[in-house]
């Protein structure tokens, strides 16, 4: 099936720098992929939604600029979480759409992000 | 508002028996619905998935039935083995391509 990574699989920085996780489709074209984070025991919630060639679609609650979302290539979606906070601590998923027409969706490892 | 449900957040079973996962859903609009399996830690991992004009699909030991009028799925695995033991999720969604609504999790442990 269709495989999606992401990098860092790990990562802990400092309260008020910034972090850049990658999500990348290893094997087939993504034109929209989806950020979801997940807290300890909770489910996953939808951040955004970042598209190809255009801005990031927020959902409620979730503050763009903090949560930058560039979605350079059909293959390459980033999340850069500025200011970090320790509040901003979490797993955070993405998720691209499988081919055309197609329902199921291939989610990336996760990245968990520690703010000391 | 939590629109996809799973009221159980833990279900043991015993080695060979019947798991049986439930999950409601209140949006009227989701044509499809998905099973996920998910390690702490990991990214969760499809199981089975079903159409809204369906009421049931079967893949090897994993079926899911879908009652509409009752807005609720249910994922059945027969026989449960310990390896099942994980956390479950339910997704539904609304067109293809389309972003996830999660539900709340059933965490399935397999006893021997």
């Known amino acids: 099936g269709a495989v999606v990574s992401q990098h860092p699989s790990r990562v802990i920085c400092k309260s008020g720098t910034s972090v850049k996780i990658e999500c990348r489709s290893l094997d087939f074209q993504a034109t929209t992929m989806f950020w979801y984070r997940q807290f300890p025991k909770q489910s996953l919630m939808l951040m955004a939604t970042s598209n190809e060639g255009s801005k990031a679609t927020y959902e409620q609650g979730v503050e763009k600029d903090k949560f930058l979302i560039n979605h350079a290539s059909l293959t390459l979606s980033t999340l850069t979480v500025t200011s970090a906070h320790p509040e901003d601590s979490s797993f955070y998923i993405c998720?691209?759409?499988?081919?055309?027409?197609?329902?199921?969706?291939?989610f990336g490892p996760g990245t968990r992000l520690t703010v000391t | 508002d939590q629109q996809v449900k799973q009221n159980s957040p833990s279900l043991s079973v015993q080695e060979g028996r019947i798991s049986i996962l439930n999950c409601d859903y209140t949006?009227?609009?989701?044509?499809?619905f998905l099973w996920y399996k998910k390690y702490p830690a990991e990214g969760p991992t499809f199981l089975i998935s079903?159409?809204?004009?369906?009421d049931k699909n079967e893949d090897g030991r994993f079926t899911v039935f879908l009652n509409k009028s009752a807005k609720h799925l249910s994922l059945h695995i027969v026989p449960s083995q310990p390896g099942d033991s994980a956390v479950y999720f339910c997704a539904a969604m609304t067109g293809t391509a389309s972003k996830l609504t999660f539900g709340t999790g059933t965490r399935l442990q397999v006893t021997l």
């Open positions: 079903i159409s809204s004009i369906k």
């Open positions: 998720s691209a759409p499988g081919l055309v027409g197609v329902y199921e969706q291939y």
């Open positions: 949006n009227s609009m989701f044509d499809y």
